[in-house]
């Protein structure tokens, strides 16, 4: 079955980084599109930035252009998250997804991804 692995979250003081990594299982890698998305206490899920199947093209949630960049490695079956300037507004639960190349799901939207990670935690302290 399909299975997405995500680590790499902790807790960070602000203006610090981290980097998280996205495993994927079961599925032809190179044939998906991955996104990650976050949810905060309290709020619901949201896009942060996504990467298209072959990584020619990525996507960024206003919040996180300029400090975030989404890449990844179809060799290892990894989506990488790197995250620099954090501040105590991305603390969140981090879940990277994953939809087929060719769906007609939003590629900006939680609905339009099949598969998801268990989320890891990430907490930035002021």
């Known amino acids: 079955q399909v299975q997405l692995v995500e680590s790499g979250g902790g807790l960070v003081q602000a203006g610090g980084s981290l980097r998280l990594s996205c495993v994927a299982s079961?599925?032809?890698?190179?044939?998906?599109?991955m996104g990650w998305f976050r949810q905060a206490p309290g709020k619901e899920r949201e896009f942060v930035t996504a990467?298209?199947?072959?990584?020619?093209?990525?996507d960024y949630a206003d919040s996180a252009k300029g400090r975030f960049t989404i890449s990844r490695d179809n060799a290892k079956n990894t989506v990488y998250l790197q995250m620099n300037s954090l501040n105590p507004e991305d603390t969140a639960v981090y879940y990277c997804?994953?939809?087929?190349?060719?769906?007609?799901?939003?590629?900006?939207?939680?609905?339009?991804?099949?598969?998801w990670g268990q989320g890891t935690q990430v907490t930035v302290s002021s």
């Open positions: 079961g599925l032809t890698f190179s044939n998906y599109d």
């Open positions: 997804a994953a939809r087929p190349a060719w769906s007609s799901g939003s590629y900006y939207h939680s609905p339009g991804y099949d598969y």
């Open positions: 990467i298209r199947w072959s990584g020619g093209s990525t």
